[in-house]
Antibody
Framework: EVQLVESGGGLVQPGRSLRLSCVAT????????MHWVRQVPGKGLEWVSG????????GYADSVKGRFTISRDNAKKSLFLQMNSLRNEDTALYYC?????????????WGQGTLVTVSS | EVVLTQSPATLSLSPGERATLSCRAS???????LAWYQQKLGQAPRLLIY???SRAPGIPDRFSGSGSGTDFTLTISRLEPEDFAVYYC????????FGGGTMVEIK
């Protein structure tokens, strides 16, 4: 069974940093692109960032470009999101999601999410 | 950016009825690069449909997707109690964007 387990969320002040992690099990992690998608509680979904299986191709939403950095460690089957210069509007539940071989495609499955709250 | 507009925002139906959900794109989505997800309260989204009309593994055949270009539809042929949820469309032709969602609620 494919499982994605996120961690690293919490309460952080505006301007500070946070690093999210996601550990994957149940599939060949280094064969697939991986992504972060966020959701403000009670609101819609927003793609944040994606990374190809070999880390060669990376994409970011305009709203986080220059502040967030996605990375992966295939040996540890882990995905990361380094979030710097956090803003109130970054408050959301952050999902780790498995893609397909191509960087941009559908997402399946999704982790349960880790909540990031940016507030002073 | 491709903007996806879902309608209606809320659909009130009874179990056993047919649900028709619309997703309209601001620009043509080539290659049928459109997916649908179901999200129940307190849960992560679940993939239903990819490639506009291909059901994901384990998804019942009462769920079907259709459409091309700028107009896509998710149809639930006969609503089961567990189908009442929020549904999102997603395009992956030009980057990734999601629609605002349609809530299917019990009438």
């Amino acid at each position: 069974e494919v499982q994605l387990v996120e961690s690293g969320g919490g309460l952080v002040q505006p301007g500070r940093s946070l690093r999210l992690s996601c550990v994957a099990t149940g599939f060949s992690f280094d064969d697939y692109a991986m992504h972060w998608v966020r959701q403000v509680p009670g609101k819609g979904l927003e793609w944040v960032s994606g990374i190809s299986w070999d880390s060669e191709i990376i994409g970011y939403a305009d709203s986080v470009k220059g502040r967030f950095t996605i990375s992966r460690d295939n040996a540890k089957k882990s995905l990361f999101l380094q979030m710097n210069s956090l803003r109130n509007e970054d408050t959301a539940l952050y999902y780790c999601v498995k893609g397909v071989i191509s960087l941009i495609a559908w997402f399946d499955p999704w982790g349960q999410g880790t909540l990031v709250t940016v507030s002073s | 950016e491709v903007v996806l507009t879902q309608s209606p925002a809320t659909l009130s139906l009874s179990p056993g009825e047919r649900a028709t959900l619309s997703c309209r794109a601001s620009q043509s989505v080539s290659g049928f690069y459109l997916a649908w997800y179901q999200q129940k309260l307190g849960q992560a989204p679940r993939l239903l449909i990819y490639g506009a009309s291909s059901r994901a593994p384990g998804i019942p055949d009462r769920f079907s997707g259709s459409g091309s270009g700028t107009d896509f539809t998710l149809t639930i042929s006969r609503l089961e109690p567990e189908d009442f949820a929020v549904y999102y469309c997603q395009q992956y032709d030009r980057s990734v964007t999601f629609g605002g969602g349609t809530m299917v609620e019990i009438k």
